[in-house]
C-alpha cells in the first residue's frame, strides 16, 4: 500500500487552513479566567444574541426528523422579502463561508486566479487555495481604500473573480457605489460581502438588475445574532443562482437554521432596533480609545474597529490582553503586525477591553 499521503492532491499536501475563533472553553484554559469573565471581542459577534422568537420557534419545532427543503423554498420566499429581489435570485448558505466556496467552485478552476484588494477577509483566499487556484493581492491604499487602478493591471486572462468585502474585514470601511460600477465593468464576477450591511446601510444590491456579473453576500451571524446556527444568502443573476443551486449540497441549510431565520424575519423590528446601540457603542470606544497614547482608532462602519497599536509592540499587546481574559483578533501580514481588530460588544465589554489596553500600552 503506498503512503496515504501521496494519494492527496499535491496542492494539499501541506494546506493552510484558516485561523477561526477558539471557543470559549479555550480562551478561558489559556488565560486562566473563568469562562464567565472572558471579554470575548475577537469574533464580531452579536453580544446582544438572537431574537427571542428565536428559541421558542427552535423549542416548539417537530419536524427535525425529516430532511429540509434542497429546493430552499421557503427560505428563498422569506429572503426575497429581506433583501427585495425575486425568489430565484437568491441562494441560502451555511453561512457566507458556504457562498464562498460555492462562488469558487462555479466559476474558479485549477490555475485560475481571485484578486482580493489587501488586507480582507481570509475565507476568500482560503477557499481559492482548496482549488488550486492563486491568488492575487492588491494592497489597498494608506487609508485601506482601493486602488482601482492597480486591481485592473493585476487581471490577467486566468482572472475569474474580485471580492470585495464592503465594510471591509478588519478596516470596517466601506467601497464607494462609483468604485463597485467600475470593477463591475470589467470581465469578471465581482463579488460584494455585505455581511455588516445592517451597520452602515451602505448597499451595492440595486446595481444587480445591471450587472449580471455581481453578487452580493449577507450574513445572518452579525446583525441578527446566528453566527452559531450558520445562515447566509448570495443574491445574484437567476441564471447564476440556478448553477449555484445545481451544484450545492442538497441539504445544506440545516432544519434549526431555517427556523431561526424566518423566526428572525419576524422580528426583525427588535433586531434593527439593536443596531443603534452598537453603532453608539461603537462611537463611544473610538472616543475611548482617541485617549491613550500612541493609540490610534481607525474610523469603522461595522461592528468592529481596527486599532493602531504603538510600533513593534503589536503581537507583544495581542498575548499581554489575551493573559487578562481579553481576547480580540491579531493579524501578523505586514501592514496589519502593529493592529488589533476590536469587535464592539456591550458598554461593560469596552470598558473592560480599554482598561486592560490602557494598562498594557503603559507596560
Not at 472572558?38 to 420557534?57: C, D, F, H, M, T
Not at 487555495?129 to 493591471?153: K, T, W, Y
Not at 455588516?196 to 446595481?207: D, K, S
Request: charged residues 25%; contains cysteine; hydrophobic residues 40%.
Amino acid at each position: 500500500m503506498r503512503d496515504v499521503k501521496d494519494l492527496v492532491l499535491p496542492h494539499l499536501q501541506s494546506p493552510k487552513g484558516y485561523d477561526g475563533v477558539r471557543s470559549l472553553e479555550a480562551m478561558a484554559e489559556e488565560s486562566g479566567i473563568p469562562p464567565e469573565k472572558i471579554i470575548r471581542l475577537n469574533g464580531n459577534e452579536n453580544s446582544y444574541g438572537p431574537s427571542p422568537k428565536v428559541a421558542q420557534a427552535l423549542a416548539s419545532f417537530d419536524q427535525y426528523n425529516r430532511y429540509p427543503d434542497p429546493e430552499q423554498k421557503r427560505l428563498r420566499e422569506a429572503l426575497s422579502d429581506y433583501t427585495g429581489t425575486s425568489p430565484d435570485s437568491i441562494v441560502a448558505g451555511n453561512g457566507s463561508d458556504e457562498l464562498i466556496d460555492l462562488i469558487i467552485r462555479l466559476f474558479v478552476g485549477s490555475g485560475d486566479n481571485i484578486i482580493e484588494p489587501t488586507p480582507t477577509f481570509g475565507m476568500y483566499r482560503f477557499s481559492a487555495r482548496l482549488v488550486d487556484a492563486q491568488v492575487v493581492p492588491v494592497p489597498r491604499d494608506r487609508n485601506f481604500q482601493l486602488d482601482l487602478e492597480s486591481i485592473e493591471l493585476a487581471m490577467d486572462q486566468r482572472t475569474k473573480v474580485i471580492f470585495l468585502a464592503s465594510p471591509n474585514n478588519p478596516t470596517g470601511n466601506t467601497a464607494r457605489e462609483g468604485e463597485i460600477r467600475k470593477l463591475l465593468e470589467l470581465p469578471v464576477m465581482v463579488v460584494v460581502d455585505e455581511a455588516y450591511y445592517e451597520y452602515c446601510g451602505q448597499t451595492a444590491m440595486p446595481l444587480l438588475g445591471e450587472y449580471p456579473n455581481l453578487i452580493v453576500l449577507r450574513t445572518f451571524s452579525k446583525w441578527a445574532g446566528l453566527a452559531g446556527l450558520r445562515v447566509g444568502l448570495g443574491v445574484m443573476d437567476p441564471h447564476v443562482a440556478s448553477l449555484m443551486m445545481t451544484i450545492k449540497p442538497p441539504y445544506n441549510m440545516n432544519r434549526a437554521a431555517e427556523v431561526a431565520l424566518v423566526a428572525s424575519l419576524r422580528d426583525r423590528d427588535l433586531l434593527m432596533s439593536r443596531i443603534k446601540p452598537v453603532v453608539e457603542e461603537r462611537e463611544r470606544m473610538f472616543s475611548l480609545l482617541e485617549s491613550i497614547p500612541k493609540v490610534t482608532p481607525i474610523p469603522s462602519q461595522a461592528n468592529f474597529m481596527m486599532v493602531r497599536l504603538p510600533e513593534g509592540r503589536g503581537e507583544e499587546i495581542f498575548h499581554s490582553l489575551a493573559k487578562r481574559g481579553v481576547f480580540v483578533r491579531y493579524y501578523t501580514d505586514e501592514e496589519m503586525k502593529d493592529c488589533l481588530r476590536v469587535s464592539v460588544g456591550l458598554p461593560s465589554e469596552t470598558d473592560g477591553f480599554v482598561e486592560a489596553l490602557r494598562e498594557v500600552v503603559k507596560e
